[in-house]
Each structure stands twice: as C-alpha cells, then as structure tokens.
C-alpha cells in the first residue's frame, strides 16, 4: 500500500487500473510455462490450462476486468473464506475453540499436527478446519442438503447474483476420490471434535469445494472483506468492520498452507487459493481481486495467478506493508 | 487501518495519539495481573514487573510516549528484525537459500522441523533461523567480536543514538544457560548449514540478544519499516521500499512464533516480540511502536504489551488489514 | 536356541507347571487392583474384571489351564497375529512391500508415522498394519463375507476347534465407534496401499478383532508358533518352522506397541496382546501361553495378564533370553 | 528358554562350528559387494573394507574363530552394551527414570523423539540413551578421565585381557565432527538429564565409543550374556542371570536402531552393531558371537556381518524363536 492519501477505492486511478490489467494479461496469456491442472479429478484435470481471467472491484464499486473474466470455474478451496464468514456469524468466537488460528507449515491435508494436537485442527483453512467449520454449518441445518443450500443462498447475496451454483459432477468426484479427506473427517470424529457424521461433513464440504464461479463474481463476493465489511455494490452489511479484518488476517497468515509465508513476502496482500486455480486477494480499503489461471505450481496454487497478483501489486503499490 | 485520507504519520492527531497514549498507560500500570517475567536467567528475573513504558515514532518524525519510555530494557529476540535487515544488505536474497520464510507453527526454540527440513530453518525469527543469521553476519566478518560491533554500529545507525549497548552480564548469563541453543548451533553446523565454528555463532547470537535499548530508542531504530525504508529522522535510507515492506511481511507471519496467528488476528499489525518483555510493532506509512513490559503470557510474550498494542491499533484505527 | 530334544514340552515337569498356575491363579484372583475394562464398546466394558483364566499348551500336546480358562472373550488384537499368518501363506514375503517390520515406538492407532512414511505402516500389529493384511486377504477372496469365512476357517483349523465364531454384536460396536479405524483405512487408501474399498477392509477387519476364544482354545490355536509350525494336537503343519520363528521375532519386537521394549525386558516372550484383556505368548520350542484379564494398564494391555506371564515365566525359567 | 542342560554350548558339536565359521568366512571373503566404511571420520573411513573376521565363545568356553578374529578395530556402539551394564551395576533400575526401553523407529542420531518426549531417549542404544549413560556413569566418578579409565578397567574385567584400550586418534576425530552428538548433549542438558557439562559427558562417550578390540576380545566380553551373566572363562559373576536376561532383550528390541525389527526377523539374536563394522551377538545359554567387516549397510550396519549372522544362526539352528 502506498499510504497516500489514495487509500480507498474512489481514488484509484481508472485508466492506470485498466490499463495494468490489460497489459498483465496480455504477458501473461502468452506465456507457454502455465503449471499443470489438478489431476485428482477428472472435472479439474480436462480444464484447459491457457485460460486466464481477472477482475477487480473497488469499494466505489467500479469493476474491472481483462480475459476471460466471465468464465465460471471451481472455486475449490477459496469456498473456505465464504463457509468461515458464515460459521463466524452462527457461531460467533466460540468456533475457536474447535479450530485455530495459527498457520499450519504443512500441506494443506497434513494429519500429523491434527494428532499431536488432539483434534484440533490449525486453522479453518486447511482441509481439518474447513471440515470443522462444515460441521458448525451443519449442526445448525440439521440436513447435509439445507447446509449446502444454505451456503449457496450466502454465495449468492454477496456476491449478488442468483445463479452461483455448485456443479454436482465435481462434487461426486471429489466424493469419489476424496479419501484423504474422509480420513481427516472420521479423525476429528475420533477426537470428538465433529457432532455430525463423517458422511454429512464430506458432502457439505464436497460440495462447497465444487461451487462454480467467475472472476467478476468472485471478485463482488469477496469485496465486502476490502469494504469494512458491507458489499459494495448493494451497499448491505456482511460483517463488522473488525469481523472483516480479522478475516483478511487470517488469509495472510493462512491462506496459502505451506506457502502463506512466500505470497506474504512476495505479494503482501491477504488472499485465498484454490486448486481450481482461482486467487482472492483482499487490498484493504480499496479493492478485492479474483485471478484464474488453471496451471498450478508445486505447492498446488495457481502458478500465473500468483505471477498477476504480484505485478498487480507491484504496479499499483497495492500491498498491507 | 481506517483507509481515510490519513495514510500518514503526519495526517495523524497528535492530540488523539498523546490522550491514548496516556490513557492506555495508565489503565495498564494499575493491572495486578501483569505476568511473568523472564525467568531462565537472573538479569531478566530480577527485572520488576511492575515496569511500563510505550514510545511511538510517527513518520513525519514527531515522537510521542507515555510511561518509563526511556528506560532501557534488554530488547531480546527483537534484535533479530535488525539483523535480519543487516545480513540482507549484505547477502541478499542468496540468504532464502540457508532460511525459509515460512510460519513455523511450533515454538521459539523446537529442534523437531530442524530435523524434518534438514538443517533448513523456517523462518529467520525462531532461534534456528537467526543463527544462520548471525553465521551470515560471521561470515562477512570473520571474528565475533567484528561481527558484534558491526551489529552495535547498525542498531546506533537506526536508532540514530551512539549510546546503544549490549549488556555483558546478559550476554553472559544467555550463554550459561543456552544448552537448547548450543542444541540447535550444533545441529545446524552438522547439517552443514553453518559456516562458522558453533561458539562463534552463539556468541554473536547472545550479544545482540543481550543489547539494551529504552522504548524512545526502538521506536526511532524501526521507523523506517513504517517509512518506506527510510529513517524519518536523518532521512537516510536503510533498505529499499521494497525489502522494507518484506520484513514487515516476515514480522507478521512469523514474529510472534505460534503465536504469530493469533497477534495478526488481534491486533493486525506486523511485530516482533523479545522475552524481556518488549514488542516492536510497525504501521506501515504512519509509525512504529515500541512497548514494553516485563510480564509474560504462556507463550513469552509481554501480556501487556500485546494488550496496550491491541488497544492502541483499536483507538486510532491502526491495522493493516 | 539349539533345537535340541531337552528344549521341548516333554521336559516340563507338569507339577511343577500345575502348581505354579494355580498359585498364580489363586494370587491374582484376589488383587483389588486390576484395571479398567476398554470402555469405548458396550460389549467389553460390561465384562467383569474380576475374571482370570490362564491356559498352557506344551508343545507334546499336555494342556494346563486355571481359573476361568474355559470362558471365551474378545480376542481383539491377538487376531492380528493369525491374519498375518494366513496372509504370508498367500502373499509370502511380497506382503513386505506394503507394511514394515519394525517397532513402531508410537500407539496402537497413531497415524502420524503413516504420514511421514507414505502409507506404509510399520509393522502388521498396530491398527493401519493389520488394515493392510486385512485388504491382502480380502484381495484373494474378493468379498468381505468369504474372507471372514476364511479366517475363521483358519481359527477352527489352527484351534482344532470348530465353535470358534466372531460375535456379531462386538463387531457392529467397533464398526460404530471405530472412526479412528475409519480415518486410518481411508489414508492407507489414499496412499495406494489398499487395493479394496475402505468399508470392505474395516469390515473384515473388525469381525476378526471380534472372534471370541476362551484362553484354552488360544493357547492350543497358538501352539504351532512354539512348535516349529506345526500343530502338537493335530501334527499338521501350519507354517515352516522358519515362518514360526520369524513370526515370533515380530511379536517379540512389535507385540506391544509402545510397550514392547517394556514386556521384552520384564518377561522375554514373543507375545500379542488385545484390548479385550487377552494375551498370547510363546515360549520357543516349550509351549504356548493364553492369559485373560479383562482390566487393562495405561498403555491398554492387561494388567493381571501382563503380571501373570512375568509371575509364570519367572518360575519356569522361561524366557528367550 | 528353559535353562536346562541341554541348552549350553557343551553341546555344541566343535566340529559342526568349526566347519561352519570356515565356510562362511571363505564365502564373504570371496565377495565382491561389501558395502562402504564408514566415512565421516578418517581413521574409520581409510579402513580396507576386505577384512573379515568372526569368533565365538561358547559358555563352556571354547573358542572358535576365522578370518582375521585376532585384528583391532573400532567397536564404537557396541561399547553402549557395557557401559549400559557398568552403569546398571552403579545406579540399578533408578537409570530406567532418565531413559526409556522401548524401541525408537527412528535412525540412531535423531533428536525429534527427544522434544515430544522431554529429554527422555528411547532407549540406551540410541546416541542420546548412550549420552544419559555416559553422564550416569561421570556422576560417580566426577571427572572425565577418571570415568574413562573405570570404563576400561570393566571392559578388561569382561574381556579378561587387559591390553584393550580406546584409540586417542579415534576420539579426537569423533570430538572433531561430533556436533550432532553436541546438540543432542546440549539439548538433554537443557532438559535436565545432563548432570554434568554436555562437553564433560561428550569426552566420556567419544572415548568408549573409540574403543579398539579384536572380535575374539569381543566375543570374550560378551560370553557373560550368553552365560547367566558370569564369565565363562574366569567364572567370575559380573551380573545376575536375571540382568543378563535383560540386557539380552533390550540388544533384542534396540540394537539395530531402526533396523531392529528386521535383524530379529533374519536372525533372531540379541545383538549389538557399531559403525565400525563390528557386531557383537548372544545366543543365550550357548554362545557369544563377534564379527566384524568394516562396510556398512544403508542403516549404517555392517553388511557382511549381518550376512554372517545370518548364515551362522541358520546353520547351526541358533536363533531364540
């Protein structure tokens, strides 16, 4: 962030804006080293790598956007941010004590901390969290079925378009292959940490991993967190104001696993990935992004979304430090 | 951080800050549940709990403080931010070869990722990690005692005051009693991740621990993280814009060890805290903090400088998220 | 040991052995202190834990037995070391390509070092171990049903004793509550180190942790380990006399879990021990040993039965070492 | 083991062993694959890996031997086996508080067990067990040189030989690259199981560990284990049937460090590996073996005398099992 006096969204310079949006995409698109798809499934894996999207919405509610912006893809794991915001609404700071707030430093399926830990998995973004906060979801919809519905009714209002959806072939797959998973649910219910059965968690948290989206979409869903907490666009509360920073909190601190560090030091902004190869990233006070590029890096994070935001950041002066 | 016009130190109300300052510290000083301090050595012992003191340095150069702000205290492990900043200057980014820049999730002093990672140290904030630190200091230098007064003269330079120290009974009593990082030294040098005799590492690694500096002094020796790397009082530039902002990442995904979550959460500012009580937080564009305060909570941290700081960034909108 | 003719069953003075069983017996019975009965099934937290029987088959096929030696209980784990017996007669020493032979030093059900070591338990005795002989017998058979049919063929034939069944009820018990079971299969598979469904390795898994023997019927099913392979009731040959040795150096160093070291050092006998309160031990060349009582010690081995092999192999000199 | 007539080395046929050392002997002479020396420090690393010996003390006190049974070489971890038994002499079952017996399932030198479990090693075979012995055994003597000296007059005692002697050359080596063993020392000082300097015990342990003996030395310091814990030779007692019994076990479950489980599969015998390519075996009742050939294993033990082991126990049916 460059702490002029610009530190809202209505101070942004349009024309610079589309401009670096233009231009990064144009470099990007080119580029003939994309990463490699998600394999695990086949839904994932058929998904062409030389897509690229981007979009931008700033808390005046101007939106941006280059490439292919409108293209609906798996949101996977940046569902996380969306089912904690709601989880932290039902159930307040008491979720806390059924999940950290501490980076993990390992894989984003790791069971080994959740032993020595005894169930308490180390943050909601890591599979054991985000299954832990599938279950508060639960606890309080009775049904696996009112759950989902439930999320996608909040995908919905905030980011205010009624035809989020998940995509049922990609929530059979991860069911159908989700084993590791399975494993991390039927643990946390070993340690008393789950109140429903392993089964309805799954399907919860399968499904919400298999939401569709697309950057625009992403980007209004998530701009509420660059807000203070209140859409932009509809002008309604989400979250408190301080509810919202706590969030942006902890997906600098967590929202790349193993990597959070890195994108910390690299990019500077609080941000989420999924394996689907989609980034939310969160400017404070002026702006929430959504990248997609399908090609993921070692660590199973967007290789050219990271590359964007990092140019992006460099080029606006966007980061928190 | 409020995202108003006020992105800078010198948009900030003096007049605000002074009244919060005080407040904060007077609310504080009458807490009897103040922690402990510091126990593993006598110098650190024998400190008084009762002891507050809180300093902040806008970027615009004014100073404001409140309790025993000029009292000086052994600043611990928040050398390590210093020495950080130093050995970058001089080996660049060949130094995230040696160290990573990842949360660690375990505490200052484990053994155990050292032995998973292969003498690789997470991060450049766990004792592990700011050994090789001080080994690459060594490294340039050749002897301790070098090494040690190139680290004196930088602290001086920053904190612009001739008269910073380390105190050599501390330095003493550190390496009487500092078999767990004799530990991790050796460790380190068996993986051949050190360049430098073991000894000669510790010694540098206990003096800078050991150096004395009041909160007045702290607060000018980091403003120019808040500053874009430049000192707001001499105007001399300490390290790029850029590499500024980069520690200020490493300080919030990392500073407080498995605490480093929760603090971000909290108080949303990035920190590095030391075991004789004092935290050095950073508000990127507008000031450093210094507090202090000798008690510690259960995971060795100053109890109540965590509290005036999470107080402080709450009264005057100061968070970076 | 040379297999000579004095190391055998023949040679034990059958008073001698009577006496001191009835003593042991009588001087058990009336222990105020005996442990808990597992609680985590009904099934065998409603067992009495004043139960004690004790049985002893030599290896010239005498039988000895006192106390309640005729009641049958839930052999739990001892099962683990009949499956691996049927499980090298079909897959011979490629079954070492899957599950380890080496001392855990963890828990029954830790599935940390799974983790560290790709799916690959470390021996056939703890939890994810024995999941593993479970899948390679279920590999040959195909269904769940056939394969429990074929290890209690295995039980009837190695037993001489066509009334040995598995309780239906304990087996619907473990299935209820066994998610850490559940956790553990869905990670091996995972891994690529199970070839059938998770449900249909848990399911045979669990009836043959819920066969029913009393002490009698174990010390005869295990006589053939002390015998050289072969069966002293029948005179039929189970395994080579090199596949009996080996297997007992596994229940030597593996037997106990994490109390493997400990009940090596304090009795000396290859033994396997299950959360019902049985043991089995064998004495090399000489004879097999049952034991039951239901109350268990912290580390979850019967704490009587555990007393009663120290108290018995003390008497008779019997240990390896 | 019933310790009857039969079961002692007077019935072992001279001839048969003859025979058997000779033919083995020539078969590993003659091959071509035998591992590497260790090469971490010179004196062990320069060694001609073509040598082979092997010698056996049966508990009638005959000597067998072949190859070159009469040549020195460094005994290095099969010291721990007598100082464990010096020490047990000194402190008896109060050593058992400050280090464990179980198996550890991790390499020899690994410092991870050591944080879960507080400073407690495993068991005195590993590096940080061997390191708690050394300081149990300084704490009588009071210095360095004077435990040294105490722990060679035992290994006199035991060998009936008083030439033995530990290689000045070889500790100082060890002493020059031991940071390993330095950080586990400082760590169980930082701990609390160091009762003497970390630097006074490293002299103590690198000394024993420098040891020089010939495998009929070796097998004559053994014999005890194999005879009820008094030597066959002198007939002098050096430790109760019962505390031989349990040595054995602990060789038994610990020797081989995280090969352990597998030896006792192949062979079957208490034994005791030193990287220095020698091995030191007990066939309880019958005999002590010694073999020594200096290439070494991916576990750091030697392959040949494994193989040895193997081939011997075979033949001549010596296994406890």
Redesign the interface.
């Known amino acids: ?5 610009a ?2 969204g209505a101070a942004v310079d349009g024309t610079e804006l589309e401009t670096a949006l233009q231009e990064i995409t144009a470099e990007l698109q080119s580029r003939s080293e994309r990463g490699q798809p998600a394999d695990y499934i086949p839904p994932l894996a058929r998904v062409d790598p030389a897509h690229f999207g981007i979009a931008v919405t700033l808390t005046d509610n101007r939106l941006f956007a280059a490439g292919e912006a409108e293209m609906p893809f798996s949101i996977q794991s940046i569902s996380k941010v969306f089912t904690l915001t709601l989880a932290l609404g039902m159930a307040g700071d008491s979720l806390w004590r059924r999940v ?7 894989a984003f399926n ?7 830990e005894r169930g308490i998995p ?2 909601p973004f890591i599979n054991a969290g985000a299954l832990v906060v599938a279950d508060a979801l639960l606890s309080r919809a009775r049904a696996p079925r009112e759950t989902i519905g439930e999320i996608l009714r909040f995908l919905r209002f905030v980011a205010d378009d009624e035809s989020v959806a998940a995509d049922p072939a990609v929530a059979r797959a991860e069911k159908a292959t989700g ?2 998973n ?6 946390l ?2 340690c008393g940490n789950l109140n429903n059965p ?1 089964d309805h968690v799954l399907g919860v948290y399968f499904h919400h991993c298999a939401v569709t989206m697309s950057c625009a979409q992403l980007a209004r869903a998530g701009a509420f967190l660059a807000n203070g907490g209140r859409n932009p666009a509809t002008g309604r509360s989400v979250v408190s104001p301080e509810r ?3 969030i ?3 997906m ?3 929202g790349h696993y ?5 994108f ?2 690299r990019v ?1 902004l ?1 941000s989420k990935s999924g394996v689907g190869g989609g980034i939310l990233a969160v400017v ?3 702006a929430s992004v959504a990248v997609w590029s399908p090609g993921l890096n070692g660590q199973g994070n967007s290789l050219l979304g990271i590359e964007a935001l990092e140019m992006l950041s460099h080029r606006m002066g966007w ?3």
Chains 1, 2, 3, 4 share one sequence.
Not at 110 to 116: A, D, G, K, T
Not at 258 to 262: C, E, Q, R
């Open positions: 962030m460059t702490h002029t006096p530190q809202n950290g707030r501490e980076p993990s430093g390992d790791s069971i080994v901390l959740l032993e020595h180390r943050n084993h590791r399975a494993a991390l649910a039927n643990y219910y070993s392993p919202a920073r706590r942006n909190a902890l600098m601190t967590c193993d990597g959070s560090g890195d910390a030091y500077g609080p404070p006070g002026v980061s928190v430090f």
